[in-house]
């Protein structure tokens, strides 16, 4: 028999109170993966996308037989600000550095999350992300470039203007969930 595999996926917000298409397929896997392998799910405490607010409890956790390990985000995001932000960078010019500030500050941005992920890396086989907009995947991403697989968000069109994001694309080959997701690539 031979041993499964230990499976870390990756996603900015996961539970059963979170409502979000990313999140919701990083769950249906997690969950579909347990036959197969152990799985982990490495998130942060939030639950709303627009503030990243800490709600769950930092800590481990089960759920549906997936093990969590969550997160606090170093602070919450001030929505009105960030879409403000979103808009100049995205429709104006701006420097690389701007990139890697607005992708910080779009968060979540979590010291422990990214200190523990930083730890864990030896002890899973595969690393699985979602997405690469939100800086758990993107910045976790720039450190590796083996064993890990992302799945790209529909918005990617446009996102993928930015320069920083070209690095990001070359490794690895992403996973898609469409025909439609993979034709578009």
């Not at 490495?42 to 607010?53: N, S």
């Not at 979590?110 to 690469?132: E, K, R, V, W």
Request: aromatic share 20%; net charge positive; with cysteine.
């Amino acid at each position: 028999m031979s041993k499964k595999w230990r499976v870390a996926i990756v996603v900015q917000r996961y539970g059963e109170e979170v409502a979000g298409g990313a999140e919701l397929h990083a769950r249906w896997l997690a969950e579909h993966l347990l036959p197969l392998a152990d799985v982990h799910v490495i998130t942060t405490c939030a639950v709303d996308y627009t503030t990243w607010a800490d709600f769950y409890p930092p800590g481990d956790a089960e759920l549906n037989g997936v093990i969590i390990h969550r997160f606090p985000v170093d602070a919450p995001r001030n929505w009105q600000r960030a879409k403000k932000q979103a808009g100049r960078f995205l429709f104006r010019e701006h420097t690389l550095f701007d990139e890697f500030v607005w992708m910080k500050e779009q968060g979540p941005y979590s010291t422990p999350f990214f200190n523990h992920l930083q730890a864990s890396y030896p002890h899973f086989d595969a690393f699985i992300f979602f997405t690469f907009l939100y800086a758990t995947t993107f910045l976790a991403c720039r450190w590796w470039r083996i064993r890990r697989f992302w799945s790209p968000p529909r918005m990617m069109i446009l996102i993928c203007r930015c320069r920083f994001f070209v690095r990001f694309f070359t490794c690895p080959t992403p996973s898609f969930t469409t025909r439609f997701r993979r034709k578009i690539w």
